[in-house]
């Protein structure tokens, strides 16, 4: 172990943060195994990657024989069958009426550098929305998307132009619907006019953020503002996707349609794939080469993709993503913990925040966090202050390790009282 991590320091750059001080040796639904023999429950999911689980049998069927077949053509320039067919699956799940179109690419920031571009082809503006809070990747652009400062835009320089923030509705830092609304009015009577706008884009349940979820009276609002003004909605589904909701997609939620959603993550079940979808008109904007990517819709991606969509159904993921949600919503209400601030969460999108915006506990935190791993239970933190912890466990997880991931989870939030 001790070699392992030397050689980590060596060849890693600071800036690679790693969150744990142990190797994975092997993976299995909801258990990882080190390489030093211990296990760890998993309620962190590749950050929100495996809502199927790690190495779900039919994931790996799918591309192993996948792999038999070819690995890799570039479907911009010898087009597969197998995409075409995840195509029209997604597309007839979105939750957006009229005629839709879908592009994939590799990574959940390159869906939405090209959401971005399709927006910008599309209404011939230039100004993008997004909110405090909000997280949309690492590239450049999403960089200037991102509404959080510390750590990923400090140390960039300027970022793109044509970038504004509004707030994002949330109890614990005491910003009302009214609130947020009032701030995008304002950005469009003092920072930039309505006209020069693209797009808004939003997540619907904020990842790292917090698992802020935006209020149906907020989503309401904002479609409004879009509609008034011709503007481009685009819905950040890359976290909240794919069952983590109860929902196929988050924005099921609202009666609200976007007009374009990206998605990536548990998309294809470990695998790496991404894509943006949305009306037709709007995809159709970009000229002929405009959008593409060498390894955009890479056929071993493309075939998980149909094991994923296989797997929700078949093992009625959206009613198990409720169930679970509700007994760990239920489970963290009944601990009356005086340090827990709110409990929060759509279908198994569930966070909890000790403290709140004003006085955030992040200390208590870490310690649960850090107390939860020597006892198995692998959690993440997020939020402005990084005194939330967020619950990404897949949703194939057993019943009876769920459970125990519970009962670890109150023994370190009991734990760090005295640590």
Request: glycine share 10%.
């Amino acid at each position: 172990m001790t070699d392992l991590k030397t050689r980590l320091h060596d060849i890693l750059p600071k800036g690679a943060s790693i969150g744990c001080d142990w190797f994975v040796e092997s993976a299995q639904n909801a258990t990882l195994k080190a390489t030093d023999g211990r296990e760890f429950i998993d309620f962190a999911g590749g950050i929100g990657v495996v809502n199927t689980g790690h190495r779900h049998p039919k994931v790996v069927a799918a591309v192993k024989a996948q792999l038999d077949k070819f690995t890799h053509t570039a479907f911009q320039l010898t087009p597969y069958e197998s995409y075409i067919t995840l195509a029209e699956r997604i597309i007839k799940l979105l939750p957006i009426s009229g005629k839709s179109k879908i592009q994939f690419f590799s990574a959940g920031a390159e869906a939405v550098e090209n959401a971005v571009k399709i927006a910008r082809a599309y209404t011939k503006r230039h100004g993008v929305i997004a909110f405090g809070g909000a997280f949309h990747g690492r590239t450049l652009m999403t960089l200037a998307l991102t509404g959080k400062v510390l750590p990923y835009q400090a140390d960039f320089g300027a970022m793109p132009t044509g970038v504004y923030h509004a707030d994002f509705p949330s109890a614990t830092q005491n910003i009302s619907t009214d609130d947020a609304i009032k701030s995008i009015r304002r950005i469009l009577k003092t920072e930039i006019a309505p006209e020069n706008v693209a797009a808004i884009i939003l997540e619907p349940v904020q990842g790292e953020g917090g698992f802020n979820i935006a209020p149906p009276e907020f989503m309401r609002a904002v479609r409004q503002i879009c509609d008034e003004y011709g503007i481009v909605l685009i819905a950040d589904e890359i976290q909240s996707g794919y069952a983590r909701t109860g929902k196929m997609f988050a924005m099921e939620h609202y009666g609200v349609e976007p007009d374009l959603i990206t998605m990536a993550k548990s998309l294809a079940g470990g695998i790496v794939l991404s894509g943006v979808a949305g009306r037709a008109e709007m995809m159709d904007a970009p000229r002929p080469g405009g959008l593409g990517g060498t390894y955009a819709g890479n056929p071993l991606g493309i075939a998980a993709g149909l094991a994923v969509l296989d797997i929700i159904a078949e093992e009625n993921l959206l009613a198990r993503s409720q169930a679970l949600g509700g007994q760990l919503k239920a489970f963290l209400t009944d601990l009356n913990a005086p340090e827990i601030g709110e409990v929060r969460g759509l279908g198994s999108m569930v966070a909890v925040e000790f403290g709140n915006g004003e006085q955030p506990n992040t200390d208590f935190a870490n310690k649960v966090k850090r107390i939860a791993m020597q006892h198995g239970l692998l959690l993440l933190t997020c939020g402005a202050h990084g005194n939330v912890i967020r619950f990404l466990y897949p949703l194939t997880i057993e019943q009876t390790q769920f459970e125990r991931g519970l009962a670890i989870l109150k023994q370190a939030i009991e734990e760090a009282r005295t640590a």
